[in-house]
């Protein structure tokens, strides 16, 4: 049974920083992609971020330069630096992971279909 864990959520000032993690248990997580999405109250869910098996990554222009989506395949553990945060980062983050894909340019990564597996979420709430 694949379970994706998230924790590292919660409040920051505007322009802080917060490291989400995703503890991962039944699923390797450099075999096949993994992401990070995200929904704001009232708003649609978000792709944010994608991790391949060979280490490339992809970002949304929203937070280019921003966040950084990365892995420790020792501890199965996948992480999301989110560094210069602002107001309209706040959302629920989600880890999400898919067995269907392992190189980023063989899918959409930005559609929620494309992952099967999803965590129950971490709320960050950024004040401005």
């Known amino acids: 049974q694949v379970q994706l864990v998230e924790s590292g959520g919660g409040s920051v000032q505007a322009v802080g920083s917060l490291r989400l993690s995703c503890v991962v248990s039944g699923y390797t997580v450099s075999r096949y992609c993994m992401g990070w999405f995200r929904q704001a109250p009232g708003k649609e869910r978000e792709w944010v971020t994608s991790?391949?098996?060979?280490?490339?990554?992809t970002y949304a222009d929203s937070v280019k330069g921003r966040f950084t989506i990365s892995r420790n395949n020792a501890e199965n553990t996948l992480y999301l630096q989110m560094n210069s945060l602002k107001s309209e980062d706040s959302a629920m983050y989600y880890c999400?992971?898919?067995?269907?894909?392992?190189?980023?340019?063989?899918?959409?990564?930005?559609?929620?279909?494309?992952?099967?597996?999803w965590g129950q979420g971490t709320q960050v709430t950024v004040s401005s």
């Open positions: 999400v992971a898919t067995s269907w894909w392992s190189r980023l340019s063989r899918f959409n990564v930005r559609s929620e279909n494309s992952y099967n597996y």
């Open positions: 991790i391949d098996s060979d280490g490339s990554t």
